[in-house]
């Protein structure tokens, strides 16, 4: 074996070995408590969810679709002056080992034109994106409208 294919067949090793590191690594991918708030007659709402990064490398939540809305985005909240707006991300990052919590008046996926007849205790399949840790699913179950609603 010549000096250049002892090269490639180490580079082959290293490769299996990274490749084994960030599958371990994509079963970290926790997600907790999803639910979502519906303006009911208004066909928009919000998702909530926790998410737990278990594993031992950063990762990002980059995209939510869900079958029941023609339009997910993840969103954040700011406040421009005390005026509450609503603002796209381009991703969540998630630490190791960090849990983020997608709240009322905080982060949320953001549900546009929401299919009809969805009731209190109706689930939507949600579907994330992970950078690292590739596509989760979780259902949010539809909550009780709010007061005043
Ligand atoms: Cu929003």
Same mark, same amino acid.
């Given at each position: *074996?010549?000096?250049?294919? *002892?090269?490639?067949?180490?580079?082959?090793?290293?490769?299996?070995?990274?490749?084994t590191a960030t $599958?371990?690594?994509d079963a970290n991918i926790t997600l907790q408590d999803a639910h979502a708030q519906i303006v009911f007659g208004a066909k928009v709402g919000a998702a909530y969810l926790r998410v737990t990064n278990g594993s031992t490398?950063?990762?990002?939540?980059v995209a939510?679709?869900?079958?029941?809305?023609?339009?997910?985005?993840?969103?954040?909240?700011? =406040?421009?002056?005390?005026? *509450?707006k609503m603002r796209l991300v381009e991703g969540i990052a998630?630490?190791?080992?960090?849990?983020v919590?997608?709240?009322?008046?905080?982060?949320?996926? *953001?549900?546009?034109?929401? $299919?009809?007849?969805?009731?209190? &205790? =109706?689930?939507?399949?949600l579907t994330l994106t992970f950078e690292k840790? &590739?596509?989760k699913s979780v259902s949010?179950?539809?909550d009780k409208p709010a007061h005043g609603h």
């Open positions: *074996m010549n000096t250049l294919s *002892m090269r490639a067949a180490f580079a082959a090793v290293f490769l299996a070995l990274a490749c $599958q371990a690594a490398e950063p990762d990002r939540l939510v679709s869900t079958p029941m809305a023609s339009k997910a985005e993840l969103h954040s909240v700011i =406040d421009d002056n005390g005026v *509450m998630l630490k190791p080992g960090e849990t919590e997608l709240k009322p008046g905080g982060l949320h996926v *953001m549900l546009m034109d929401i $299919q009809p007849g969805l009731k209190p &205790g =109706d689930t939507i399949p840790a &590739g596509v949010a179950s539809v």
